[in-house]
């Protein structure tokens, strides 16, 4: 109970000790949540299609994707070596691209149109055209982090900066799988083959979700067992756990998915069921580890 109270403790720390910047990239978060809980519960109730350009699973997706992302890398920044100015300039660019990228999605949904790999009209054509600028300044961003993640740091465990620098690489990662998918579609579109772009652009987004969440797992894993009463090299250890299942896990979705296999097939479904089994024993570890506790304060915002 103790361990619990701590981590709320640390969790307000991060809103209280936070920069403007911070607080803002938290509620804009949160609200990106909300659109996206409230187009997924249409979408349930009224039985709407989950397949599609036109499903409103789009909005629904990107709403809390994105609002989870944001929230997540906002977090992780205070972990960061970053002047207040440079904080400022990337999450705040990092927030509003979340928050464009979210809305044209569902703004398009909401006409009745595809969002992506969309020319038909002038409008339809300047959404597309954002939609893809918003993502060139989300990987801009990231890139910038990441190189930040790998600056000394001895005010954060060698394990969580760990964890924070395997998060972005995979972060990196995703947002390269992205890129991927908007140009194979553009191919397609300006090839004139529309329907095969909204049929194939999205081919990898398996693999694109499971990359970018790594960001949240692995540090997140990080930030709780520092509340364990236990040496870094342990701690160190449960992360390293984690993260090779984590990658197991990505890499086996990716070989899936580009070579069309199903994750119950052969030798890459036991490679991702090892993987996550891996995940779920740090995860596990680490959350016993906190529940056994004596009175030990974790990370905190400074």
């Not at 299942?245 to 086996?252: D, F, H, K, T, V």
Request: aromatic content about 8%; overall charge positive; proline content about 3%.
């Amino acid at each position: 109970m103790f361990a619990l109270r701590s981590m709320a403790g640390a969790l307000r720390s991060f809103w209280s000790g936070g920069q403007p910047i911070e607080r803002v990239g938290y509620t804009v978060g949160a609200l990106l949540i909300v659109s996206g809980s409230i187009h997924l519960a249409i979408l349930i109730v009224t039985g709407g299609s989950w397949e599609g350009p036109l499903s409103l699973r789009k909005p629904a997706t990107f709403g809390l994707s994105f609002g989870l992302t944001l929230i997540t890398v906002t977090w992780v920044a205070a972990f960061l070596r970053l002047g207040d100015r440079a904080r400022t300039i990337l999450l705040a660019t990092f927030a509003a691209a979340c928050a464009l990228e979210t809305a044209l999605v569902s703004i398009q949904a909401w006409r009745g149109v595809p969002s992506h790999f969309n020319m038909e009209t002038t409008f339809d054509a300047f959404v597309a055209r954002t939609l893809a600028g918003g993502g060139l300044a989300l990987v801009a961003v990231i890139v910038v982090l990441t190189l930040a993640a790998f600056r000394p740091n001895r005010a954060v465990p060698i394990s969580l900066r760990i964890a924070i620098q395997l998060g972005f690489v995979m972060l990196i990662g995703a947002a390269a799988v992205g890129a991927v998918m908007i140009a194979k579609g553009m191919v397609l579109v300006f090839g004139g083959h529309a329907q095969a772009a909204y049929a194939t652009g999205g081919t990898l987004k398996p693999t694109h979700a499971v990359a970018m969440h790594g960001i949240l797992v692995l540090p997140a894993l990080a930030w709780v067992v520092s509340f364990a009463d236990w040496s870094e090299r342990r701690r160190l250890g449960v992360v390293f756990l984690a993260a090779a299942g984590y990658i197991a896990l990505a890499g086996a979705v990716a070989t899936a998915n580009v070579a069309g296999l199903g994750l119950r097939q052969g030798p890459v479904g036991l490679v991702a069921l090892l993987g996550a089994l891996s995940v779920l024993a740090g995860c596990v570890a680490a959350l016993r580890a906190v529940a056994r506790a004596p009175a030990f304060h974790g990370v905190q915002r400074g």
